[in-house]
């Protein structure tokens, strides 16, 4: 299934990021105006115009796009759905929009972050500055029968913002209380709920200080970019808060031992098996494609934290 509606007037939309479903997602909020939540890579294209045509929007009904993050999977796809949506406006993070304009930066630090891996273009498209609504904490979108509020929530990365939704009591969580993927090995179903610390600029301080701002806002339910919508959301956040605490912890531990990368590097790799994904070792070998990617991803987050200071 490619587009199911979660909430009242919310649509999930798989956008196929890296080809594989149920991995990263986008959401529509239909109200007198509509507005859509991240949009995918540039690779994502068809995969959100097929999913809004399948909703039954019209051009000229999709008033905002709004950017949790920046991020290629959330965001590399902009410039080009502009192509299709000449009149909708862009809302993004006041440190996110220049990149958008001129998004050669942008591409230059995707690539180093994720050169290794093949399955993303490292392609933005210009954003004109005239389409972009710089995202401020506490900003409303008036819809109709519904107000999204932005919240700015650094840690994941500087351009993060969430969005609350009045009518459904739920947050747009983006990256920034970290992923949740149902991931299946060799029959058994684990619950990979990984704090997406991923390179450039993770900080687990500010990861910290973003949860329990998005706790007070006592959500009845959450919209991962990474996968889907959940009710249980006491449980998550509060798995998510410890994940990001032991990682702080093991970051400063590994600093003052002084250990070199590689060291660190597996120590981490390994923790977040154990750990996060409470995966048993004899296991460890059979783990591939791309969850060894974001593995890896975050292992490399965390390491960014620790070396670059
Ligand atoms: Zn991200």
Redesign the pocket.
């Known amino acids: 299934m490619v587009v199911r509606e979660v909430a009242n007037g919310v649509f999930l939309i798989d956008v196929f990021d890296m080809g594989i479903p149920n991995r990263t997602a986008a959401y529509l909020v239909r109200d007198e105006k509509c507005v859509l939540i991240d949009v995918g890579s540039a690779r994502s294209k068809e995969h959100v115009i097929n999913g809004l045509q399948e909703i039954g929007l019209k051009e000229d009904d999709l008033h905002f796009i709004v950017l ?2 920046i ?1 290629i ?2 965001a590399g796809g902009v410039g080009w759905l502009l192509e299709d949506f000449p009149h909708t406006r862009v809302v993004v993070h006041p440190k996110g929009s220049p990149h958008l304009i001129d998004p050669e930066g942008l591409k230059a630090s995707t690539r180093k972050a994720r050169n290794s891996y093949p399955f993303h273009p490292c392609d933005f498209l210009p954003v004109a500055a005239e389409k972009i609504t710089v995202g401020k904490d506490g900003q409303q979108l008036r819809l109709g029968k519904r107000t999204l509020t932005l919240i700015e929530t650094p840690g ?2 500087p351009h ?1 913002l969430c969005i609350h939704d009045d009518l459904t009591s739920g947050i747009f969580v ?2 920034s209380l970290g992923l949740k993927i149902d991931y299946v090995l060799e029959g058994d179903k684990y619950e990979v709920a990984l704090p ?1 610390m ?1 390179p450039p600029r993770f900080e687990p301080q500010k990861a910290l200080s973003a949860t329990e701002k998005l706790a007070r806002f006592d959500p009845e339910i959450l919209y991962y ?1 990474h996968f889907g919508s959940t009710r249980d959301v006491r449980r998550l956040m509060e798995k998510y808060r410890v994940a990001v605490q032991r990682s702080l912890e093991i970051a400063e531990n590994l600093k003052n031992k002084e250990v070199d990368r590689e060291t660190a590097f597996a120590q981490i790799y390994t923790w977040i098996l154990k750990e996060i994904l409470e995966i048993p070792e004899e296991k460890f070998e059979k783990i591939g494609g791309e969850m060894k990617i974001s593995l890896e991803l975050n292992t490399l987050g965390l390491l960014g934290y620790i070396f670059n200071k």
């Open positions: 949790t993050h991020h999977d959330h994941h990365a993060c983006g990256d997406a991923v970019s």
